[in-house]
């Protein structure tokens, strides 16, 4: 990370085990602040302020569209001119991927609940009832973002045909690494892959 920049992490709590461990991360690495908030507190920062935002799976917890669009709304206000955005969403198929392969059983026993789902991308958990998830067809993602006037600049899987990150390719060579990272991204960045991939990667500019 180049200095100069300045470092502001939102977190929905502010625990002493979670700022330990951040500053631990980004020891010598540039200035933080830790603020304790959720998405409401997006619309305390001042237009065009932040140079980058970076938000993990927060869409996939905003179920209603209203939400979404006063979200990416804000995203927008406080970034700068040319200012990045980055951020991860869920696919449709993550839910069933991971009940395919867990629960076979539970797809058979819901077909209708199952055909809902697809329609709508809403789930809701069974282990948490009170709470609801949206998840979106990989060949819509773009146009949630440049509909609310963002320019694409990459979308892709963060599975790819095979994991970004394991044992075994920690231990490759430099050279051997850069080659296997660079087909990886080209093969993830391939849409018809896409719904292979539980977690996508959008890249957008103001």
Same mark, same amino acid.
């Given at each position: ?30 200035? @933080? ?135 075994? @390719? ?22 018809? @892959? ?13």
């Amino acid at each position: 990370m180049n200095k100069g920049y300045n470092l502001i992490l939102l977190e929905p709590q502010k625990t002493k085990e979670i700022v330990d461990e951040i500053n631990s991360n980004i020891k010598g690495q540039g200035l @933080i602040e830790i603020l304790e908030g959720n998405i409401d507190y997006l619309s305390k920062f001042n237009e065009k302020n932040f140079d980058f935002i970076i938000a993990v799976d927060i869409i996939t917890g905003l179920t209603e569209l209203e939400k979404q669009i006063e979200f990416l709304n804000n995203i927008y206000r406080i970034l700068k001119r040319n200012g990045i955005f980055i951020t991860t969403l869920r696919t449709l198929y993550s839910p069933i991927r991971a009940l395919g392969i867990t629960k076979p059983d539970e797809i058979s026993k819901d077909i209708i609940g199952l055909a809902n789902f697809l329609s709508s991308g809403k789930f809701k958990s069974k282990t948490e009832p009170d709470k609801e998830y949206v998840f979106f067809h990989p060949s819509f993602i773009k146009s949630i973002f440049e509909t609310n006037r963002f320019k694409t600049l990459k979308v892709f899987s963060l599975e790819s045909l095979f994991p970004f990150s394991s044992q075994k @390719i920690e231990m490759l060579e430099d050279k051997n690494w850069k080659i296997w990272f660079e087909l990886n991204y080209q093969l993830a960045s391939d849409p018809s @892959i896409w719904g292979l991939s539980e977690n996508m990667l959008y890249i957008g500019k103001k």
